[in-house]
């Protein structure tokens, strides 16, 4: 059974067709990428999926439930996290107040603690920048800290959109590293991201976007070699 199955899902903005009846899945430990250009349809399907935007028809399951009517602040609850395009970090904020924010379902302080531990560790710039107002951080180190944020709930499933989005090329390769090493210790990852090459080279599986359509999905590797994937998106 698939961790998340999305299945004929059609989303509108007034009535404009955003999302034209996909269905795609991503089974428990993998890395699945939506890819695709602006305005194909990517960052909708993440907001659908998390309860952010209606959904018009279809289904969204997570664990075998349905979830298509399910508040986001709900959705959180039952083990799944966003890190949205753009970082939307809390800017009047400091490091450690925006990860306390990541960690709002969680009761139990010691448990808190541990975590902020756990983040220090993964993200040392985030400790050294703990006390600091998060809106003077540089963009690498908000995308750090919006990573670290949703880390703090323990996600299942992790879904990261545009994660590279604006970054220098050695800040993206970091980002990928982050990625990779979150996926080995166990959390499986759905990433919208328009650096095609970064993000097929550690999926397992990918779907591509089109218009608010999938027309084309496969491994990763797969995608890599595809002629057709090639001259969209990866400059051949």
């Known amino acids: 059974m698939a961790l998340l199955e999305v299945k004929d899902l059609s989303v509108y903005y007034g009535v404009i067709r955003a999302l034209n009846v996909i269905s795609f899945e991503v089974n428990e430990g993998e890395i699945v990428t939506l890819i695709g250009a602006n305005g194909a349809g990517k960052t909708t399907t993440m907001q659908s999926i998390m309860g952010l935007i209606p959904i018009k028809d279809g289904t969204v399951t997570f664990e075998g439930k349905d979830i298509t009517k399910v508040p986001g602040h709900k959705i959180v609850h039952l083990g ?26 969680e009761n139990d302080k010691k448990q808190i603690k541990k975590d902020l531990e756990m983040i220090y560790s993964k993200f040392p710039r985030l400790s050294e920048r703990k006390n600091q107002v998060a809106g003077t951080l540089s963009g690498g180190e908000q995308q750090m800290l919006a990573m670290g944020r949703a880390l703090m709930s323990h996600p299942k499933l992790l879904m990261l959109d545009e994660p ?43 779907y591509v976007l089109e218009t608010g359509n999938i027309v084309l999905s496969g491994t990763g590797a797969d995608l890599l070699k595809s002629e057709e994937i090639k001259k969209a998106y990866l400059g051949g």
């Open 164 to 206: 590279s989005m604006g970054l220098s090329p050695l800040l993206v390769n970091q980002v990928f590293d982050i990625i990779k090493e979150i996926h080995k210790e166990g959390t499986t990852i759905l990433l919208v991201e328009q650096n095609a090459n970064k993000s097929l080279a550690i999926s397992d599986r990918a």
């Open 80 to 105: 799944m996290t966003q890190v949205p395009e753009g970082r939307r970090i809390f800017q009047e904020l400091t490091v450690y107040e925006n990860l306390l924010m990541g960690a709002y379902i």
